[in-house]
Structures are given as structure tokens and as C-alpha cells.
């Protein structure tokens, strides 16, 4: 039985912390964390969360904006419980408009991420995939992101992450490279974070 099978893996604090507290899953706190350290949600934010199934993202991200914020959703499979406030697309991120992802809104504050790809086992081709996959992403962000905005993604660890690094540092003020406390220990994603959003 694989790691991630085993639901001594599975089923361990933070994942009995967010049943608890009625989240979706237990990377609601990779998402808090990075939140208390970077201070990216803030009341009234219009946010933008791709790949956002089982939904814990979208529930924190709701609580953080308030009434006054929005928050948009998009995963390629329906969410298992709907999100109250929140508007989600079922659609493939690479297929998406931009148009049907901002709706109403003219830009987003913060962008999110923390797709995964379908994983081989090869790691080479997991960590391209998810390359991939962030790049996608922060061409998103690039577009849709409001001046002085946010973005925050997560990438497995490997050889495409600096030329990432590089292009986020041209269009933010700060970027961080983060593995908050509630990653496995033997998962090799981490997060890439950008503050201060400056447009082309």
C-alpha cells in the first residue's frame, strides 16, 4: 500500500482539524498559512481559484473577503458540496475564457492556484506536468490580476521552478518560495508566491 493510500497518511491531524471544522479538505491550512505569513486576503478581494475541487480554497478564501468580496472557482469536475457564495465553473483551465472567468468583475485581486497534475510515478514527467500547470496559471494572472495583486501556485520541486521564479520576478514586487507546515514531509510540492502585481 502507497503512502498516500494509507489512511494513517491520510487521516492525520490536519485532516482531522479541517473535518472538524467543517473544511472541505485539510489544504485548507497550506492556503492559511501561507495567508498569515504573506498576507494576501483581504476584505473585499475578488479572487480567483483554479483548480479549486474539493473546495477548502474557496471556503477559506469566502470567510477572508467577506460579503463584500468575490470569489470565482473553476476545477474540471464538479465540487462534492457547493460553496455558499462562491460562483464555480466546471471547465478545463486551458480551455476557459477569460471572459467567463471574471463574469461581472473587471479584474481579480488575488489569483490562486494549487493544481496538481495527474501523476505517473515517473518523476521527471510529474514535475513537467506541473510546470506546466503553473505556467498556466501565472499566464492567467498575468492577464487578469488588478495593479499591486497576488498569486500564489503550487509547483512539484524541480528544474523548471527557477525560470518560473524569474518570470514572476519581473511582474512582482515580491516572490516567495514557501512549503507550508501542513505539506507531507515526503511531498515535493511547494508554493510559489507573488505580491505587488505590476502590470505589462
Known sequence: MSRLRDPRHRHDAFF???RGAGFAARAVYKLEEIDRRLRLLRAGDRVLD????????????RQAVGPHGAV????????????????????????????????????????????APNTTGIRATDQARSAALVE????????????????????????????????????????KTLKPESSRTESIEIYLAGKGFIPA
Do not use: N, T
Request: charged letters at 25%; a neutral charge; one cysteine or more.
Open 50 to 61: 483554479l483548480g479549486c475541487r474539493p473546495g477548502s480554497w474557496l471556503q477559506y478564501a
Open 136 to 175: 498556466e496559471a501565472l499566464a492567467r494572472a498575468e492577464r487578469l490580476l488588478a495593479p499591486g495583486g497576488a498569486f500564489v501556485a503550487k509547483i512539484f520541486q524541480g528544474p523548471d521552478i527557477e525560470a518560473i521564479r524569474k518570470r514572476m520576478g519581473a511582474r512582482f514586487a515580491e516572490v
Open 72 to 115: 470565482v472557482g473553476i476545477d474540471r469536475d464538479p465540487l462534492p458540496h457547493a460553496v455558499a457564495g462562491a460562483r464555480v465553473l466546471v471547465g478545463d483551465v486551458f480551455a476557459v475564457s477569460d471572459g467567463e472567468l471574471l463574469g461581472e468583475l473587471k479584474a481579480f485581486d488575488v489569483v490562486l492556484s494549487d493544481m
Open 16 to 18: 482531522r482539524k479541517a
